[in-house]
C-alpha cells in the first residue's frame, strides 16, 4: 500500500491525482488540504476517508469540522494544517499542488519529516531550489516531478546512471497566442487568455502558459531537479504537445518521451515510480499524426521567457522576485485590474528595481516575496 498525502486537493492536479488513486486500489489517502472549496473537500473527505484534511479558510473549516464530525476524521486549517497535511505521520508520498509559493513551507516540512514528494509546485522550486534539493539529498527523499515535461526528462533519464546531461530540450506549446506580436497581445482579453491549445490547468498556470511565464518557471524548476546550468535548458516550441521533453546526452543521441496529453500519466509515474501500470486513456496515432512541428521560442514577443533566463542566471533572490511579481500580476490580471502586457512589464519592473541577496535561507525568501508585493503595490 502507498500512503499519500495531496496539498491542493481540490485544484486540476489535486482532482486528477485522487483520480488515479480511484483506479489503483494500492494507494491510499492520509491527508488532504486546499484553499476554501469546503464543499469539495467534504466530498473527497468522504470518499477517501483520509486521518486528517485542512482548509487554509479558518471559518470554513469550522463549519466543514461540525459536518465531518461523524468520520472521525480531523479538520485543521491555516499554513499550521496545511504543514500537518504535509507531515502526517503514515504519509510515504506528498503530492505539492497548491498553486504559488505558499507551497514552500509545506514542501520543506515534508521533506524534512522524511517524505516522497511528488512535485508539480513547481513555484517552490523555483524560488527555493537551493534550499530544497540539498535537503532532500541529506534527508533521502525523492522529489519526484508531476510537471508533464520534468516527468518527460525523468524518464529519459532512466537507467542512464552517471552518464552526463549535455542538453535539456524543454518543449512548450507556445499557448494560445503563439506567433502573435506584442502589438496584437494588447487587447488580450482574461476569457483569451484562459483557453490553452492542448491542457485543461488551473486558471494561475494557464495564464503562465499563455505569457510563456510557465516556461521560463519550468526551465529553473528543471535546473534544479536535473542539476544543470540554467544555459543547458533550451526551449524548442512543439505545438502539438506530444513530445513531452527530451534529453541530449554527451555523444549527441536524443531520448524524447512522447503521449497524448494527460496529467494522469505523471501523475501515475509519480506515485508508482518506477513501476508502469495500465492507464485508461487515448494512445497516440502516428497513421493520422503524420508529423510533428518544431519551432524556436519568440523571445521578443514573449519577454516573460527571457526574463526566466535572466533570473535564473542572476540566481540568490532574484528568482523569487520574477515569481512573486507574476504571481501578483496574475492574480491582478485575473481580477481584471490590469492588462495583459502589463504582466510581464510587472515582471521587469520588479526584477530591475531588485538588489539581488546571494543564497536567500527560508526567510530572506519569504520577505523578498513580501517586499516585491509591496513595491509592486505601491506602483500600480
Ligand atoms: P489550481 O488552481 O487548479 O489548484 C490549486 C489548489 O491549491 C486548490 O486545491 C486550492 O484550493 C489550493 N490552494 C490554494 N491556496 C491554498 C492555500 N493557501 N492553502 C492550501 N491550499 C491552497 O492549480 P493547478 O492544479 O493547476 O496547479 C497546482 C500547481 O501545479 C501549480 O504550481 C502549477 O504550476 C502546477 N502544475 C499544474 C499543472 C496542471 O495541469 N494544472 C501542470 C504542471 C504543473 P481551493 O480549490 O480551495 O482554492
Ligand atoms: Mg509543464
Not at 486540476?12 to 469539495?40: F, H, K, P
Not at 534539493?133 to 508533464?148: N, Q, T, W, Y
Not at 510557465?214 to 536535473?226: C, H, S
Request: glycine share 8%.
Amino acid at each position: 500500500m502507498r500512503k499519500i498525502a495531496v496539498l491542493g486537493s481540490t485544484g486540476s492536479i489535486g482532482t486528477q491525482t485522487l483520480e488515479v488513486v480511484r483506479e489503483n486500489d494500492d494507494i491510499q489517502v492520509t491527508a488532504l488540504a486546499a484553499g476554501s472549496n469546503a464543499e469539495l473537500l467534504e466530498q473527497q473527505a468522504r470518499e477517501f476517508r483520509p486521518r486528517l484534511v485542512s482548509l487554509q479558510d479558518e471559518e470554513k473549516a469550522k463549519t466543514l469540522a461540525v459536518r465531518l464530525a461523524d468520520t472521525g476524521i480531523r479538520v485543521l486549517s491555516g499554513m499550521d494544517g496545511l504543514v500537518a497535511a504535509a507531515t502526517e505521520e503514515t504519509a510515504q508520498i506528498v503530492v505539492t499542488a497548491v498553486v504559488g509559493m505558499i507551497g514552500i513551507r509545506p514542501t520543506v516540512a515534508a521533506i524534512e519529516a522524511g517524505k516522497d514528494i511528488a512535485l508539480a509546485n513547481k513555484e517552490t522550486l523555483v524560488t527555493a531550489g537551493h534550499l530544497i534539493m540539498p535537503l532532500a539529498k541529506e534527508r533521502g527523499v525523492r522529489i519526484l516531478p508531476v510537471d508533464s515535461e520534468h516527468s518527460a526528462i525523468f524518464q529519459c533519464l532512466n537507467g542512464e546512471g552517471q552518464n552526463r546531461i549535455d542538453k535539456i530540450l524543454l518543449t512548450a506549446s507556445g499557448g494560445p497566442f503563439r506567433g502573435r506580436t506584442r502589438e496584437e497581445l494588447k487587447n488580450v482579453r482574461l476569457e483569451d487568455a484562459l483557453k490553452h491549445p492542448n491542457w485543461s490547468m488551473g486558471h494561475k498556470i494557464t495564464i503562465d502558459s499563455s505569457t510563456m511565464v510557465n516556461k521560463g518557471l519550468e526551465v529553473m524548476e528543471a535546473r534544479w531537479l536535473f542539476g544543470v546550468e540554467i544555459g543547458d535548458v533550451q526551449v524548442v516550441v512543439q505545438p502539438q504537445s506530444i513530445i513531452h521533453s527530451m534529453v541530449q546526452f554527451e555523444d549527441g543521441a536524443v531520448m524524447a518521451q512522447l503521449g497524448t496529453p494527460d496529467m494522469k500519466l505523471p501523475i501515475q509515474y509519480a506515485l508508482l515510480y518506477p513501476e508502469r501500470r495500465f492507464m485508461p486513456g487515448k494512445r497516440l496515432d502516428f497513421g493520422t499524426l503524420r508529423s510533428i512541428a518544431f519551432e524556436a521560442p519568440d523571445f521578443v514577443n514573449f519577454p516573460g521567457l527571457a526574463m526566466a533566463y535572466e533570473a535564473g542566471k542572476a540566481g540568490g533572490t532574484m528568482p523569487t522576485v520574477f515569481n512573486a511579481a507574476n504571481e501578483w500580476a496574475v492574480a491582478a490580471f485575473l481580477k481584471r485590474k490590469i492588462g495583459y502586457l502589463q504582466i510581464t512589464d510587472i515582471i521587469g519592473e520588479a526584477m530591475a528595481h531588485h538588489r539581488k541577496k546571494e543564497d536567500p535561507d527560508l526567510d530572506e525568501i519569504l520577505q523578498t516575496e513580501t517586499e516585491t508585493y509591496s513595491y509592486i503595490e505601491d506602483r500600480w
